[in-house]
């Protein structure tokens, strides 16, 4: 026989011990204390764990021997005052307790966790407390593990950012993406689909507040919903070859792995529903049905474009009428009606103007030039400019309707280009509108200051 003396929830005990009595059945047989129990006998389970000076150890694996002098607390030493600890309160009210078999060793691990970092943010992985936990923080291992982590992360986004671009661009050639996904940009990146992945994930983590415990679901659900598309995928793939011999083999083993991933994606999809994985759940329904919506866009306008023969003859267009709207007689609006001009001989020049005095000055203006081109002035008394061109090409439109009507603008180019800011506006405006206008042919003639 020992004899050992401990305190046990701040209670001294001294006792005479057999020297092979495990410490998990003294504080069970011996103190009566029942709440730490044994689940496995074999170190795994940690249902034994309770606190030798501070630090969480099973049990199971110490001699009471071993334990002389020590202070111990276990789960019955938790509570203060008739209250819970606040570990035991959150286990509770989250329901944590499960059977309730292992809970005491779970409560007294994390109170251990807790008591070395007070302050737990998930600012810091688990890995980088676990591995600080072990070999202290700051050492060279710590940051070893975590220069290797940040590494394989790049790596593993980096992956993200090699490949959608180019699954972006078979899509797109397939024509279930817009086309601009399809090109190498000149650094020989598909720029559009690189891009596009940036503003995504930069959207992710401005909606996520950056928070890993958030976004953590939806990369989950993500991930098995892409294994089990793509085990499906391999299992259609070694169909389409069955004539190969093994074929059978190789699309059970991706038959089995697609209906393994895609109960954990289910399972996954249900538990973690709430916390973000629905965006997931409705995105890829949402998103196959736009590709399908944009394939089929692309076999209209191919079915509208397409010509069934090479040697099709050029259609007839007649003489168009030309509009060119001037603000003033100034070189920009000279070179628009001399390039109008050029092309029809159908010229009007059109001034929208404020006023009646206004359109009076250039009514005067331009009766001095001897180019024959007809000026019609309009006057717009509330400064509208769209409005009353487009009524004017209506009418225009209107007396003579198999006539296409080309509008001419003119616009000059200043020499730095943040003057952009400062001219053109209007410019802009109009072709935007009169883009959208049928039977309407915009042209800009630039001036180059
Ligand atoms: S009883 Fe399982 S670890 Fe001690």
Not at 266 to 272: D, P, T
Not at 298 to 327: F, N, Q, S, W
Not at 389 to 406: G, H, K, S
Request: aromatic letters at 8%; proline letters at 5%; hydrophobic letters at 45%.
């Amino acid at each position: 026989m020992a004899r050992v003396s401990m305190t046990v929830n701040g209670v001294r005990y001294d006792q005479d011990v057999e020297p092979r009595l495990l410490l998990v059945h003294f504080i069970r047989d011996s103190l009566g204390l029942t709440g730490t129990h044994v689940g496995c006998d074999t170190s795994n389970c940690g249902a034994c764990t309770v606190l030798l000076d501070g630090q969480a150890v099973k049990s199971c694996t110490l001699l009471a021997a071993q334990v002389d002098g020590a202070e111990l607390l276990t789960i019955e030493g938790m509570e203060q005052n008739g209250q819970l600890h606040p570990l035991q309160e959150g286990f509770w009210q989250e329901h944590g307790l499960q059977c309730g078999f292992c809970t005491p060793g779970m409560i007294l691990a994390a109170k251990a966790l807790l008591d070395a970092s007070p302050d737990p943010s998930e600012a810091e992985t688990v890995v980088s407390q676990l591995t600080r936990t072990l070999v202290g923080t700051g050492t060279p291992v710590h940051w070893l593990v975590q220069i290797s982590t940040a590494l394989l992360l790049v790596l593993a986004a980096n992956t993200a950012f090699a490949d959608f671009p180019r699954l972006g661009s078979i899509l797109a050639r397939d024509r279930f993406l817009p086309r601009v996904f399809q090109f190498r940009g000149d650094r020989l990146a598909f720029s559009s689909g690189i891009v596009l992945l940036t503003l995504i994930s930069a959207l992710l983590i401005v909606w996520f507040s950056g928070s890993v415990t958030e976004l953590i679901p939806l990369y989950t659900i993500g991930v098995f919903v892409a294994f089990t598309l793509s085990q499906a995928g391999m299992v259609r793939h070694w169909y389409a070859r069955r004539t190969e011999r093994g074929w059978r083999r190789r699309a059970l083993i991706n038959g089995f792995g697609a209906v393994t991933t895609g109960i954990v994606a289910i399972e996954v999809g249900i538990a973690k529903f709430s916390l973000g994985a629905w965006m997931v759940l409705v995105l890829i329904p949402l998103l196959i049905a736009l590709m399908w919506a944009i394939a089929q866009h692309y076999r209209e306008i191919g079915d509208a474009l397409t010509l069934e023969r090479a040697d099709t003859p050029l259609p007839r267009l007649a003489v168009p009428h030309i509009v060119v709207p001037i603000a003033r007689i100034d070189r920009a609006a000279l070179a628009a009606l001399s390039y109008a001009r050029s092309i029809s001989a159908d010229v009007t020049a059109l001034h929208i103007a404020d006023d009646q005095l206004d359109a009076e000055r250039m009514r005067r203006r331009w009766a001095k030039r001897e180019d024959g081109i007809p000026l019609v002035t309009i006057e717009s008394p509330y400064r509208a400019l769209i409005p009353p061109l487009l009524a004017y090409l209506d009418e225009r439109e209107r007396q003579d309707p198999d006539r296409p009507i080309t509008v001419v603008l003119a616009e000059f180019v200043p020499r730095r280009f943040w003057d952009y800011l400062l001219h053109n506006q209007t410019a802009l405006r109009l072709k935007l509108r009169l883009f959208f206008r049928p039977n309407t042919v915009v042209v800009d003639v630039p001036y180059h200051l």
